[in-house]
């Protein structure tokens, strides 16, 4: 157990609609990493959040958004699904502002949009 | 040209064999290599973080970097049936934009 947790762990939706997945991190890590990974593309990074701020950002979609509250907690927000969003997300935390080299990865939520 | 390459698989061996993952990548500027295991159903678990050139060994897995050939190793010795999982390689040229490989997919046969 990489001490990440993600919830929920499966999500079924309707293209067109809206979900948020959330991340707690690992206790005392500031940095949340937000991975999408499917069949395809293979793991790519959408965006980082350290102390609630957001640091770098990635492959990220625009009907995509995110942030890391006072509790260092993260969501991600998806919006306006389609089925090509279909995939594993992930979230990884680590102690570091830089660092993600080294951040611990939760064991994801698997989205379908049908 | 992708930035990082990796075989798909499925690679399958015998118990106790040497195994052998690559990854070739083409942006220069690399500096970060990583390599993940990913179990069915897991996130992924960071194995090995090497900087810059050389080799890096730890337990049954050593690391190897050619950044001459922008080529990068992952060995496992006498490979265990719980090695059966995918495995990632990654790398980054500053340490928070991550690239991954998609992963080879190994079967170690009983």
């Known amino acids: 157990d990489s001490g990440v947790t993600q919830t929920p762990k499966h999500l079924i939706t309707a293209t067109g609609q809206r979900v948020t997945l959330r991340c707690s991190p690992r206790?005392?890590?500031?940095?949340v990493y937000w991975y999408q990974q499917s069949l395809d593309q293979g793991l790519q990074f959408l965006i980082q959040?350290?102390?609630?701020?957001?640091?770098a950002k990635g492959n990220i979609l625009e009907r995509f958004s995110a942030q890391q509250f006072p509790d260092l907690h993260s969501e991600l927000n998806l919006s306006s699904l389609e089925l090509g969003d279909s995939a594993l997300y992930f979230c990884?935390?680590?102690?570091?502002?830089?660092?993600?080299?080294?951040?611990?990865f939760g064991q994801g939520t698997r989205l379908t949009v049908v | 040209q992708k930035e990082v390459e990796q075989d798909p698989g499925p690679l399958s061996v015998p118990e106790g064999a040497i195994v052998s993952l690559n990854c070739t990548y083409s942006?220069?500027?690399?500096?970060?290599f990583m390599w993940y295991r990913q179990y069915s159903r897991k996130g992924p678990e960071l194995l090995m973080y090497t900087y810059s050139s050389g080799n890096k060994e730890d337990g049954r897995f050593t690391a190897q970097v050619d950044k001459s050939s922008k080529y990068i190793s992952l060995f496992i010795r006498d490979s265990q049936p719980s090695d059966s999982a995918t495995y990632l390689c990654?790398?980054?040229?500053?340490?928070?934009?991550?690239?991954f490989g998609k992963g080879t997919r190994l079967h170690i046969l009983p």
């Open positions: 990654a790398m980054s040229y500053r340490d928070d934009k991550i690239i």
């Open positions: 206790s005392g890590d500031l940095s």
């Open positions: 959040y350290y102390n609630g701020e957001e640091r």
């Open positions: 990884a935390s680590s102690p570091f502002q830089g660092r993600g080299t080294e951040a611990f």
């Open positions: 942006n220069s500027a690399f500096q970060y």
